[in-house]
């Protein structure tokens, strides 16, 4: 099985019951981000995610077959500017809503396994806010945090 994700085929849905924005491939969710509105003009940008690991068929003949050739039918949707149209997708909401101020937290978890994160954030217009050590951030390894022209 040799089906692929084309980014063309993917369509994104603005929910506004749990605030997120979901990526459909096919009709499967493939990618999403959520967000928190924390008055005052913040927005918390609480994950953003899209799926590595994508099982195309989920019958006993395609589990079998995954035993002897692990991947088959099995695809990714990662690197493919998903998660780029996630976040700018959120940022052109946020500037609709005139919010004043969007920030994530990434965790020590998250720096450690992807140090691209941090270009990847400021690529798409944040900026890193280093902690200044507080305990209550535990894990926190630093902030993102993006506001819209002019607001900087
Ligand atoms: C972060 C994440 C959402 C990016 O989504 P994505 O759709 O794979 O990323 P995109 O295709 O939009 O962006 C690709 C860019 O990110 C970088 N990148 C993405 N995956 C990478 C990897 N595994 N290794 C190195 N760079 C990577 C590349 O620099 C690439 O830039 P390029 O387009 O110039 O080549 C995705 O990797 C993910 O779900 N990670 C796990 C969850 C997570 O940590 N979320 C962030 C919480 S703070």
């Known amino acids: 099985m040799r089906e692929n994700i084309s980014a063309s085929d993917v369509t994104y849905v603005a929910e506004d019951g749990s605030p997120s924005i979901v ?15 924390q ?26 077959r995954r035993r002897f050739s692990p991947g088959w ?17 959120f940022l052109l909401l946020c500037q609709q809503d005139a919010i004043r101020e969007v920030f994530g937290n ?5 720096d450690d396994s992807q140090p691209f994160l941090r270009g990847w954030y400021e ?11 507080r305990a209550e951030y535990g894990e926190v390894a630093y902030k993102v945090i993006w506001n819209p022209q002019g607001q900087q």
Not at 23 to 37: C, M, P, S
Not at 42 to 59: A, G, N, P, Y
């Open 23 to 37: 990526a459909l491939w096919n009709g499967r969710e493939i990618g999403k981000l959520v967000y928190v509105d």
């Open 39 to 64: 008055g005052d003009g913040e927005r918390l940008l609480s994950d953003v995610f899209v799926e590595k690991k994508i099982v195309l068929q989920q019958s006993l003949w395609a589990n079998l």
């Open 73 to 89: 039918g099995i695809v990714s949707a990662s690197g493919l500017g998903i998660g780029t149209q996630l976040v700018q997708r």
């Open 106 to 110: 990434v965790t020590r978890d998250g």
């Open 123 to 133: 690529r798409l217009g944040f900026r890193i806010a280093p902690l200044d050590g």
